[in-house]
């Protein structure tokens, strides 16, 4: 009786672990919700909402709010990476674990401008993957890692970019990323180190906002 019981909590626990959700998948320039087609996620994945704001010079140049599935360690991770004079993204995910259910509405961290100390080069080359200045950027707030990320488009049109700055821990905690749909391939890569421009050697759900903001302005 011993043998069997335990065998009937192996399998429940086999079957609970390779359970997959059903989940909402879509995404918005415009908005800060959307809605899409449901699909199956990879099992150990959950629903989750992302939403990114990307401020270039002190003006917003553009928002992502997307919906898809997320591996579990995603989830209320909250981040933002400062690049330029006045120029920043800030991002969030939210998670739910249910067939097709609305995750929360994620809220953007708090802005900080008060400076930690660190001291990042500061650059952004489009058309490349690689760009280095001895210009810099000095980090505030939880802006505590130096960051190089570089992304690549492939489609119709295809670009890439490449920059420089200061980020949270959680971002550069993303590392290679990549994001396929029927028409376009995006693969991002985020290297960070926590040294000063002195010893800096290297590099998102993305963070799709930089790429708009190549592509948009």
Request: proline content about 4%; charged content about 15%; aromatic content about 8%.
């Amino acid at each position: 009786m011993r043998s069997v019981f335990g065998f009937f909590c192996t399998l429940s626990a086999l079957l609970s672990t390779c359970y997959s959700l059903s989940c909402t998948k879509c995404f918005s320039l415009t908005t800060d919700f959307c809605t899409g087609p449901s699909i199956t996620c990879p099992a150990d994945q959950v629903c989750a909402s992302s939403y990114t704001i990307t401020i270039a010079r002190g003006v917003r140049v553009s928002q992502v709010y997307s919906r898809d599935c997320v591996a579990k360690q995603y989830c209320t991770m909250k981040g933002s990476m400062g690049f330029a004079q006045n120029s920043r993204s800030s991002m969030s995910i939210t998670c739910c674990s249910t067939d097709n259910c609305e995750p929360p509405q994620p809220t953007l961290p708090a802005e900080n401008n008060w400076a930690n100390g660190l001291v990042c080069r500061s650059c952004i080359s489009p058309d490349s993957l690689w760009c280095y200045t001895d210009d810099t950027i000095r980090c505030t707030g939880d802006e505590n890692m130096c960051l190089l990320q570089t992304t690549k488009i492939i489609g119709s049109v295809s670009s890439s970019i490449a920059l420089r700055g200061c980020a949270t821990k959680n971002i550069c905690d993303f590392g290679r990323q990549a994001v396929t749909t029927d028409q376009v391939s995006i693969n991002i890569n985020f290297q960070c180190t926590s040294g000063s421009v002195g010893v800096f050697g290297g590099i998102f759900l993305p963070l799709l906002g930089i790429v708009l903001t190549k592509l948009l302005c």
